[in-house]
């Protein structure tokens, strides 16, 4: 092959590949706008006048830019006591499910602990197996746990499938470390408040995003579990907006006579209750990141 | 000497154990003390129940106890006879097994076509930023996304509706047209599953040696070869894995998803088993029927689970068990 002809061929396959990069890169502005349109769209909408959302006229941009609906929601005691009591909820379980999680995990490690592999069945039997529905429920009446708030914290307070992630993690801190502390005389409570605890913050951080977020979007223990509405999470309460159940209740209320408003206040509501999430998940990135790959790691 | 040394083993044998249980528990009680309330959560919450799955073979009564309660005809089979001559079971078994079908056909290869699409992508900031747009739909909950989907496709009012109609189109009944509503099921699963389970099709490419690409580009091969000859390969396991989990979960039905997205329309299409639980026994209060349901979504879950396991294992591949 002559020099000149090498040349032009790389130069082809050079270009080739720029082309290449750019057609990628379009497919992935066309895939993150598929994912951001729909908040867009909704943001427009919550912000919009009235007039111009029954007249059909909002896409993406807000016309008649107002914050009626935001200033209705935050005026609203029922939103804010569901925003406060969801807030609330998710620390507690957040928490506590840290605590179970760490509990549990940590003990699994050592593999002079008898009856290892026996609990461990114990504990893998129930990612498998689950009793049901009305099983659930049952035990739930004979605890006297329907309508009590504890029902939205104390059942599912641990998840197996988290724990094993921690477990993962565990696994992967140098035995040497605890050995040298257990020479010194340290005793596994000092062990793991010490050493196991500082070193597994970052999956620490990760479980506790993941606990949040299946509490903070948790609603089908509430429906199922919770009559009394003071309780309600507020995804629940926001199902019921979204589905007019107790329209005679809401209609009374300031704004939702109005068609228009109406829409732009669910919006609203929508946008008020993903916020939250929005705000924390881009910072811990880096972090869940690790959590879902410790978890594909079998044992 | 040798048949002494035996007997004085024998003698410490005898002795050991309650006194070597009394050392060890000394060194180590304190791993069962945390072992403990974890342990207690489970028996509780998760074996506890199952006790009740007894009611599926009995007739339910709200005074008496599970022990007490009378067997049911058919030697207890009653209920699932019953289950099985319910049109609106059988509606909700097929609705279930379908949704999951195509939540498999549709939805698996999505996440692996963008992590391969993630994975050629040079610019490391526009990555990170299309990897964080991507993974936010996973964080909303089936109601928010409900929400969404109401702004997004209602007849006259919606984005898309109102697009499509100022094409001169015709509005789509998206969410109470049966068909269209299971196509907008899956739509929104891949939409808010793919950029998160692309992650662990990420962790699997990353984990390729770099030497393999290397070697690739040597030898001349282009961007497409070394995708189907390394990247692809690479990850198979992974994806045989899950690939695995998702059939052994066909039978399964999440609650969330389908309840916040179905509505009184569709219901011939939307029922499946976990909201058809839900109308008849928490809401209709037939307790033993819904249980028997219950019980055999859970065994025939099981089963499947096992298979797939074992056909993986015999496939050369690694297991989830």
């Known amino acids: 092959m002559s020099k000149e002809v090498e040349e032009t061929s790389r130069e082809i396959h050079?270009?080739?590949?720029?082309?290449?990069?750019?057609?990628?890169?379009?497919?992935?502005?066309?895939?993150?706008?598929?994912?951001?349109?729909?908040?867009?769209?909704?943001?427009?909408?919550?912000?919009?006048?009235?007039?111009?959302?029954?007249?059909?006229?909002?896409?993406?941009?807000?016309?008649?830019?107002?914050?009626?609906?935001?200033?209705?929601?935050?005026?609203?005691?029922?939103?804010?006591?569901?925003?406060?009591?969801?807030?609330?909820?998710?620390?507690?379980?957040?928490?506590?499910?840290?605590?179970?999680?760490?509990?549990?995990?940590?003990?699994?490690?050592?593999?002079?602990?008898?009856?290892?592999?026996?609990?461990?069945?114990?504990?893998?039997?129930?990612?498998?197996?689950?009793?049901g529905t009305i099983p659930n429920y049952l035990l739930m009446q004979r605890l006297h746990l329907l309508d009590n708030p504890l029902v939205l914290i104390i059942p599912g307070c641990l998840s197996v499938y988290n724990m094993i992630i921690l477990r993962s993690f565990f696994y992967g801190v140098p035995e040497s470390l605890r050995e040298s502390a257990e020479m010194d005389g340290a005793s596994y409570f000092t062990i793991l408040l010490k050493i196991y605890i500082p070193l597994s913050k970052p999956v620490l951080a990760t479980l506790a995003l993941f606990?949040?977020?299946?509490?903070?979007?948790?609603?089908?223990?509430?429906?199922?579990?919770?009559?009394?509405?003071?309780?309600?999470?507020?995804?629940?309460?926001?199902?019921?907006?979204?589905?007019?159940?107790?329209?005679?209740?809401?209609?009374?209320?300031?704004?939702?006579?109005?068609?228009?408003?109406?829409?732009?206040?669910?919006?609203?509501?929508?946008?008020?209750?993903?916020?939250?999430?929005l705000c924390i998940y881009p910072g811990l990135q880096k972090y869940f990141i690790q959590g879902v790959t410790l978890g594909a790691v079998k044992e | 000497m040798i048949k002494v040394n035996r007997t004085e083993t024998l003698e410490t044998r005898k002795k050991g154990p309650t006194r070597d249980i009394g050392l060890y528990l000394r060194k180590y009680w304190q791993l069962y003390l945390l072992l403990l309330l974890p342990l207690i959560y489970l028996a509780v919450f998760k074996y506890s129940p199952m006790y009740y799955v007894l009611i599926a073979f009995k007739k339910y009564s709200i005074v008496q106890s599970v022990a007490e309660m009378p067997w049911a005809k058919n030697y207890g089979f009653e209920h699932f006879i019953k289950a099985f001559r319910n049109k609106d079971f059988i509606y909700a078994l097929r609705n279930t097994i379908t949704l999951n079908l195509l939540d498999i056909i549709i939805g698996f290869p999505v996440p692996i076509i963008f992590a391969l699409l993630l994975n050629e992508l040079?610019?490391?900031?526009?990555?990170?930023?299309?990897?964080?747009?991507?993974?936010?739909?996973?964080?909303?909950?089936?109601?928010?996304?409900?929400?969404?989907?109401?702004?997004?496709?209602?007849?006259?009012?919606?984005?898309?509706?109102?697009?499509?109609?100022?094409?001169?189109?015709?509005?789509?009944?998206?969410?109470?047209?049966g068909n269209n509503w299971v196509k907008t099921y899956i739509g929104l699963g891949v939409w808010q599953s793919f950029g998160w389970n692309s992650i662990i099709y990420l962790a699997a490419i990353s984990g390729i040696s770099p030497e393999l690409y290397e070697a690739a580009s040597v030898d001349g091969a282009n961007r497409w070869q070394k995708m189907w000859h390394i990247t692809l390969p690479g990850i198979r396991p992974t994806i045989i894995v899950l690939l695995i989990l998702a059939l052994g979960n066909i039978l399964g039905s999440n609650f969330d998803r389908p309840f916040a997205l179905q509505n009184n329309l569709v219901l011939q299409n939307a029922e499946v088993i976990s909201t058809f639980v839900y109308k008849n026994g928490i809401k209709g209060l037939q307790f033993s029927l819904t249980t028997a349901v219950g019980l055999f979504q859970s065994i025939v879950n099981v089963i499947f689970l096992v298979l797939a396991n074992w056909f993986s294992r015999k496939m050369g591949e690694r297991g989830i068990m």
């Open chain 1, 14 to 131: 050079s270009f080739k590949t720029k082309i290449g990069d750019w057609v990628i890169v379009f497919v992935c502005v066309i895939i993150a706008l598929i994912c951001l349109l729909p908040m867009i769209n909704l943001l427009a909408r919550s912000l919009s006048g009235t007039d111009y959302l029954v007249k059909h006229e909002v896409y993406l941009w807000p016309k008649g830019l107002n914050f009626d609906a935001y200033t209705t929601v935050l005026k609203d005691a029922k939103y804010i006591k569901a925003f406060g009591w969801t807030a609330l909820l998710t620390l507690i379980c957040t928490l506590l499910s840290l605590a179970m999680s760490t509990l549990c995990a940590f003990p699994l490690i050592f593999s002079q602990l008898k009856g290892r592999k026996l609990i461990n069945v114990f504990i893998t039997v129930t990612m498998f197996f689950n009793a």
């Open chain 1, 211 to 277: 606990y949040a977020v299946g509490r903070w979007n948790g609603y089908s223990d509430a429906l199922m579990y919770m009559k009394n509405k003071d309780f309600y999470p507020l995804q629940l309460l926001l199902y019921n907006i979204l589905n007019n159940i107790n329209q005679v209740e809401v209609a009374t209320q300031e704004g939702f006579s109005q068609p228009g408003l109406q829409e732009s206040l669910k919006a609203a509501i929508v946008m008020f209750s993903t916020i939250p999430i």
């Open chain 2, 122 to 177: 040079r610019f490391k900031f526009f990555k990170k930023s299309v990897q964080t747009i991507a993974y936010m739909p996973h964080f909303l909950s089936w109601v928010i996304i409900y929400g969404l989907a109401l702004q997004l496709f209602t007849p006259s009012s919606g984005l898309v509706n109102m697009f499509i109609q100022k094409l001169g189109l015709p509005a789509v009944h998206f969410l109470d047209d």
